[in-house]
């Protein structure tokens, strides 16, 4: 999604929404996301304490970035050295789904309608619909910000959570790789009904 934001706006037209944006999907997918999707356990069993779920290391580092960006707290060279080698390491979550894709049970071919609906529902209808609520109050490049990131791929960390939690692995990874397939196509569909809506 980020590099797609980059090329589509140029610099001071509206990449400064990029980490706003990001930092907002982030903070959703590892609290609300986090919690919905994991409280799924039998009715008699006891339900976790919320917080466990919400205080998780991606959102207290996220509200750690968050202080520190705003105090403008300088860092030490050596934290910014780790922080800059982290960032080059993302492509090691699609290396990861790459291996869950590989060893996918055939089964979970059966599941392939579930899917083409999420692309469906996720990827088209509801990039059009935010387009059409938001268009009367959001300006351009702020509209086609939340769009983007609406009709975006699903998350690859998805199999990794979905793994963590005891959920169904195979279905989130065949989510992550049939979005991010079908998002080449998804995408401009969506800017061109965009344009002509």
Same mark, same amino acid.
């Given at each position: 999604m980020?590099?797609?934001?980059?090329?589509?706006?140029?610099?001071?037209?509206?990449?400064? #929404?990029?980490? *706003? &944006?990001?930092?907002?999907?982030?903070?959703?997918?590892?609290?609300?996301? /986090? #919690?919905?999707?994991?409280?799924v356990?039998?009715?008699?069993?006891l339900?976790?304490?919320?917080?466990? =779920? *919400?205080?998780?290391?991606?959102?207290?580092?996220? $509200?750690?970035a968050?202080?520190?960006?705003?105090? =403008?707290?300088?860092?030490?060279?050596? *934290?910014?050295s780790?922080?800059?080698?982290?960032?080059?390491? !993302? +492509?090691?979550?699609? @290396? #990861?789904?790459? +291996?869950?894709? &590989?060893?996918?049970?055939r089964?979970?071919l059966?599941?392939?309608?579930?899917?083409?609906?999420?692309?469906?529902?996720?990827?088209? $209808?509801?990039?059009?619909?935010?387009?059409?609520? !938001?268009?009367?109050?959001?300006?351009?490049?702020?509209?086609m910000c @939340? *769009?983007?990131?609406?009709?975006?791929?699903?998350?690859?960390?998805?199999? /990794?959570?979905?793994?963590?939690?005891?959920?169904?692995?195979?279905?989130?990874?065949?989510?992550?790789?049939?979005?991010t397939?079908?998002?080449?196509?998804?995408?401009?569909?969506?800017? #061109?009904? /965009?344009?002509? $809506?």
């Open positions: 980020i590099p797609l934001m980059i090329a589509l706006f140029p610099a001071g037209e509206g990449q400064q #929404y990029i980490p *706003v &944006c990001a930092a907002i999907d982030t903070l959703f997918v590892w609290t609300l996301g /986090m #919690y919905l999707f994991t409280n356990k039998g009715r008699n069993t339900r976790e304490n919320p917080l466990k =779920k *919400v205080l998780n290391p991606v959102f207290v580092t996220f $509200l750690a968050l202080v520190l960006c705003t105090l =403008k707290a300088p860092l030490p060279a050596p *934290v910014v780790v922080f800059d080698q982290l960032g080059s390491a !993302s +492509c090691l979550g699609l @290396v #990861y789904l790459g +291996c869950s894709l &590989c060893f996918v049970n089964s979970a059966k599941k392939i309608r579930p899917l083409l609906l999420l692309i469906l529902l996720r990827q088209i $209808l509801l990039p059009l619909a935010i387009h059409l609520i !938001s268009r009367p109050f959001l300006p351009d490049t702020e509209r @939340v *769009v983007l990131i609406t009709a975006a791929p699903s998350l690859s960390a998805a199999s /990794m959570i979905a793994r963590q939690y005891q959920l169904d692995e195979d279905f989130a990874s065949s989510a992550v790789f049939l979005t397939a079908a998002s080449g196509v998804t995408i401009p569909l969506v800017f #061109y009904l /965009m344009a002509i $809506l």
